[in-house]
């Protein structure tokens, strides 16, 4: 139940769609969810290599993902952790996991992404995000106390 | 904003992720999820009506029942000696809405690389 899967017809044979999925060049042009652009995109894809990508939204929001590469065969197959970091919610570390098929017209792409909630999760939680809310609570306690 | 509207806000995110986390641990286990599946079809069961497909006992049942109620998936009304669930589905609707933000985030990017990779596609074609 804690997983997302999409299935993906695309008009370009797997290699291309796999130099999309791994180069900084390929990513800088369709990795951020709207138009704005993507700042930062680096890539190591092999086994144990990493991965981080930094863009900003139209509304001015920069985001950043990172993960490491558990899975690199190519052009089948990527899987990698999956987390955001920096700024906002840290919903702790998920699984993405990228499949290619040739077919007659090009690529079916079949991403799952898991573990978007599990025990490891939760426990990225009570570290990270309470100790983050600690910190706001925290910094309310002192608003309050500045303006009584 | 004052101090305390934030603290008021920022509970409700904290509750929020606390409940979601609930409704999905609920919604892991086979045995749950098939309780839920029956209850959807029937309105209203009793606990011993529901125990009965499952080679376990009604105590096991019962603490399923109690997982379900924390997460706010069902609700048990008593009337003489006879407890009746019904399925409760708004948390449902709120984890399905949790689930499909991540969603469209995932199918616009799709979207996004199928239109880069087909240009290259396109590209590679011409210069053949």
Known sequence: MTSLTLVRRIRARPSIVFEALTTPDG?????????????????????????????RMLDGSEHE?????????????LSMTWR????????????????????????????THSRLRDEETRRSHEAGWTGALGKLERHFLAIEQSSS | M?????????????????????????????????????????????????????????????????????AGLITRSKLGRTVTVRLRPQPMREAMDWLRRYERFWSTRLDRLAAYAESKEAEVRKKR
């Open chain 2, 2 to 70: 004052t101090a305390g509207l934030c603290r008021l806000i920022l509970c409700q995110v904290v509750n929020y992720n606390e409940r979601l986390d609930r409704i999905f641990a609920a919604l892991v286990d086979p045995t749950r999820r098939a309780i839920l599946a029956r209850l959807e079809r029937e309105d209203g069961a009793s606990i011993s009506a529901l125990a009965q497909p499952f080679a376990i006992k009604l105590p096991a049942v019962m603490k399923h029942l109690d997982v379900l109620d924390d």
């Open chain 1, 27 to 55: 990513i800088a042009c369709w990795w951020g969810p709207d138009a704005g652009p993507v700042l930062v995109a680096e890539t190591d894809p092999q086994v144990g290599g990493r991965f981080r990508v930094r863009f």
């Open chain 1, 65 to 77: 993902s990172t993960g490491e590469y558990l899975e690199v065969v190519k052009p089948e197959r």
């Open chain 1, 84 to 111: 955001w970091t920096g700024g906002g919610e840290d919903p702790g570390e998920s699984l993405v996991d990228i499949r290619l098929r040739a077919v007659a017209e090009g690529t079916e792409l079949t991403l």
